[in-house]
């Protein structure tokens, strides 16, 4: 799969008669709301986990020196927490060229937290797509982000922002606050604007 996915998520629904989509995010897509949304609600899917294996070349790092993003990664009795929005369809023309880095839409169903479902789509790098990268020790993931920058910033910045907004969602995302840790420890980091 190569790493532009935009043209090939334009193949992959059909929203042909339908006013609104959900999208359920769990990385940058809950800090960083840069599209319009018609109801935004914390959500959780089921079997899948977090985890800091996709690279980033076009966002947080360089195709010499990738940064490292989240993606999905099948586990059975997982749950995964973070953010649903419900969208109009046109705006997949933007996420798809924002998201375009090796990630596909796939539907899934989410559950909110007063236990009612919804069915909707959710951003996912698998791993035959160019960028990924795959599991590494969390140190040196945390090395790697702490050195990279691409155009949106700071890889460090992007793992600051989804830690704290974990938090602010009540998930206890072990995965992402352990490569926090191990961030902190290694050296200062920028704080964060409000």
Not at 31 to 39: G, H, I, T
Not at 76 to 94: H, L, W
Not at 103 to 114: A, I, N, V
Not at 118 to 128: M, R
């Amino acid at each position: 799969m190569p790493a532009n996915t935009i043209d090939h998520n334009r193949t992959r629904y059909n929203f042909d008669g339908i006013d609104s989509v959900w999208l359920f995010g769990y990385g940058s897509l809950i800090y960083k709301v840069d599209f319009p949304f018609l109801e935004q609600r914390p959500a959780s899917i089921r079997g899948w986990a977090r985890r800091f294996w996709q690279g980033s070349h076009d966002h947080r790092g360089t195709p010499e020196a990738p940064g490292r993003v989240v993606t999905l990664i099948e586990q059975p009795g997982a749950v995964c927490r973070g953010m649903a929005f419900r969208v109009s369809p046109n705006v997949f023309e933007y996420l798809d060229v924002r998201e375009k880095n090796g990630y596909l839409r796939f539907s899934t169903t989410m559950t909110f937290d007063d236990g009612s479902h919804a069915e909707g789509l959710v951003y996912i790098a698998t791993e035959d797509n160019e960028a990924f990268l795959g599991e590494a020790p969390e140190a040196d993931i945390a090395a790697q982000i702490a050195a990279a920058v691409g155009p949106s910033g700071p890889n460090s910045e992007y793992l600051l922002r989804l830690a704290e907004s974990l938090r602010a969602l009540g998930d206890d995302c072990r995965h992402t606050f352990s490569i926090e840790s191990h961030l902190t420890r290694s050296g200062p980091v920028e704080a964060l604007d409000s």
